[in-house]
């Protein structure tokens, strides 16, 4: 997606460690026009398919998806994060291994809000190992729910997550696939 591509290119940066900063547009400021497009591709890609749903994690995935559904038409559910007194005790819970922290967090979803049989999209902003989306998968499997695929706006394709998921026949979008980061130059595939 060139428009995608143009602006990781004018104001991403690379920082050590592989990471690529897009606060500018995606993860702390949010360019609404720019979600607008993200969220008009990901219908394209997926309108031939059945979507109840969409799924994704707190935080920095809502935006994303909000955005996104109102093309799909379909409300959106995001899985907490955070220990809250006020979460319905009653949850799907993911487990998710978190490499910078070196532990495993869980996420959760009300059973309120997912039911057997439903046909759900995980939508999300990174897929760099993979590990936030097997939590998110692990909670549609919970709810006998249905995974039918999942879209991330920018997928690393050098770590390991998006082959993973495509090896075990799901169906994995991304906008665009960053190869490299190293030297500071950003390499699309
Ligand atoms: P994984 O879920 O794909 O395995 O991600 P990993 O554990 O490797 O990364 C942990 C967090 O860092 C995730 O966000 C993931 O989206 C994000 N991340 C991974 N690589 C990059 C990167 O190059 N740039 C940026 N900006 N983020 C990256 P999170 O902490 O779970 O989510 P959130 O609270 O931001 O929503
Ligand atoms: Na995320
Ligand atoms: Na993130």
Avoid at 12 to 19: A, D, P, S, T
Avoid at 152 to 163: A, T, Y
Wanted: charged share 25%.
């Amino acid at each position: 997606m060139d428009l995608l591509k143009e602006k990781i290119l004018s104001e991403g940066h690379v920082r050590e460690g592989n990471i690529l900063k897009v606060d500018r547009f995606l993860n702390h400021q949010l360019d609404i026009r720019l979600l607008n497009e993200l969220g008009k591709e990901f219908h394209r890609r997926f309108s031939h398919l059945p979507v109840d749903k969409i799924l994704t994690a707190e935080v920095s995935g809502i935006a994303i998806a909000a955005i996104a559904a109102q093309y799909f038409q379909v409300p959106v559910v995001f899985a907490k994060k955070l220990e809250s007194k006020n979460l319905d005790p009653d949850t799907y819970e993911g487990e998710v291994y978190s490499y910078t922290k070196g532990k495993t967090y869980k996420i959760r979803v009300s059973k309120q809000y997912l039911s057997p049989g439903e046909n759900i999209l995980v939508l999300d902003d990174f897929l760099a190992n993979g590990e936030a989306m097997k939590g998110l998968i692990e909670i549609i499997q919970g709810a006998k729910a249905h995974f039918i695929g999942a879209g991330v706006v920018i997928e690393k394709g050098f770590q390991n997550g998006g082959r993973e998921l495509r090896d075990q026949g799901h169906l994995v979008e991304s906008l665009v696939i960053i190869d490299s980061l190293e030297n500071n130059e950003i390499t699309f595939r």
